[in-house]
Every structure is written in structure tokens, then in C-alpha cells.
């Protein structure tokens, strides 16, 4: 159990600390990764391929802004933002909840 602090809030205030310390602005998901991981690409498509486990790679295509592909390196790290298969969990505030009936 956590004590009397917001953990949603302060989650939100280290997304938004990661996105200053890169210089950037983003509305996506942050994963932090601990694995190998290389940037390639082809003509059109930037891919990133990380490896969870030996011979168990991850590829993911990597988003354009403006047609540069973003990735941001900054002292000992890189942020890639790439379009990867992940589950999301939306966390709303409850008191923002409204009531409608959707078409």
C-alpha cells in the first residue's frame, strides 16, 4: 500500500521531468528499458529492435516529426518513439468521469 502521496501525480510530473531532460514535447507512452537495442533502416521506415531475452527481438517503427525520425540522445540515453504492440492502461481521475450515452 502507499502512503498519503498521489502516485498518479507524481508519475505524470517524472513523464513530464523525462520529456524536459530530452527537450521535447510528446503525448505517448514512456517505457523504460534496460535491454541491447540497435536503430536501422530501410528507404522509407526507421525500425528499433530490442531483445528481451537471447534470440527474443522486439521490432518497433519508429515515428516521423516532420520527416526525421524521433529519436533523442541526450548524455547516457536515447529516447525512440516508436509504434510498438503494447497494452496501455489509461488512468483517469474519477472525478472527471462524465456521464453519456455514446452513438
Known amino acids: 500500500m502507499t502512503k498519503d502521496r498521489d502516485v498518479v501525480q ?3 510530473q517524472t513523464q513530464n521531468e523525462v520529456l524536459q531532460f530530452f527537450q ?10 534496460d535491454y541491447e537495442w ?6 522509407d521506415f526507421y525500425f528499433l529492435s530490442y531483445w528481451i ?7 518497433a517503427v519508429i515515428v516521423k516529426k516532420n520527416g526525421l525520425p524521433m529519436v533523442y540522445r541526450k548524455r547516457e540515453y536515447t529516447m525512440v518513439v516508436a509504434i510498438d504492440c ?3 492502461a489509461f488512468v483517469f481521475r474519477n472525478s472527471q468521469q462524465i456521464d453519456v450515452e455514446l452513438e
Open 86 to 88: 503494447v497494452k496501455i
Open 53 to 59: 531475452r537471447k534470440n527474443k527481438r522486439v521490432d
Open 24 to 33: 521535447c514535447e510528446g503525448e505517448f507512452f514512456i517505457k523504460p528499458l
Open 10 to 12: 507524481e508519475w505524470i
Open 38 to 43: 540497435t536503430i536501422r533502416h530501410t528507404e
